[in-house]
Nanobody, 132 residues
Framework: EVQLQASGGGLVQAGGSLRLSCAVSGLTFGNSAIAWFRQAPGKEREGVACIVSDNDDTVYSDSVKGRFTIASDNAKNTVYLQMNSLKSEDTAVYYC?????????????????????????WGQGTLVTVSS
């Protein structure tokens, strides 16, 4: 059984940092796209970062570029999202998603679309609250 377990959320002040983890079991990364999404109250789910672990290729949304870093540890089968310079607008539930059914070698902006992970694997979400 494939499971994604997201963790690391919490309450942080604006300007602070958090690191989220997404532990994957039941499947190795290979050349799957793995992405972090977030959903703020009353808003649609938004893709913020994608990585293909076989070559560490990444892509970021404009809203987090330069502040967030996605990375993978293949030995631990875990993907991380390091979030720095957090803002109140980063407050959201963060989800990780994995798409093993369509092997890729590069992440593109389309890999930040929720539709690309429909019927794929999702973690349960972890809440990040940034206080101003």
């Amino acid at each position: 059984e494939v499971q994604l377990q997201a963790s690391g959320g919490g309450l942080v002040q604006a300007g602070g940092s958090l690191r989220l983890s997404c532990a994957v079991s039941g499947l190795t990364f290979g050349n799957s796209a793995i992405a972090w999404f977030r959903q703020a109250p009353g808003k649609e789910r938004e893709g913020v970062a994608c990585i293909v672990s076989d070559n560490d290729d990444t892509v970021y949304s404009d809203s987090v570029k330069g502040r967030f870093t996605i990375a993978s540890d293949n030995a631990k089968n875990t993907v991380y999202l390091q979030m720095n310079s957090l803002k109140s607008e980063d407050t959201a539930v963060y989800y990780c998603a994995m798409r093993p059914t369509t092997p890729v070698h590069h992440c593109t902006d389309s890999d930040l679309r929720e539709l690309e992970y429909q019927d794929e694997y999702w973690g349960q979400g972890t809440l990040v609250t940034v206080s101003s």
